[in-house]
């Protein structure tokens, strides 16, 4: 059966996982209304994606 010869020290087991890290969102300003939005998806403030309506703006509660 395969055994460690030699405890992995905490740093170097946290340079091996240095990669895991969550990356943050990228936002872009909305051309149709100027809001903040995710690249890439509908614009939550005014349901616009590449310059056409797919829904409607949404409703505050």
Known sequence: ???PK???SKSRR???RSHLALKGIN???CPN???MK???HICASCGYYDGREVTG???SA
Do not use: D, Y
């Open 1 to 3: 059966m395969a055994v």
């Open 57 to 59: 703006p949404a409703q």
């Open 14 to 16: 946290n340079m091996r």
């Open 27 to 29: 936002l872009v300003e």
């Open 38 to 40: 995710q690249t890439h």
């Open 6 to 8: 030699k405890k992995t």
């Open 33 to 35: 209304c100027g809001e």
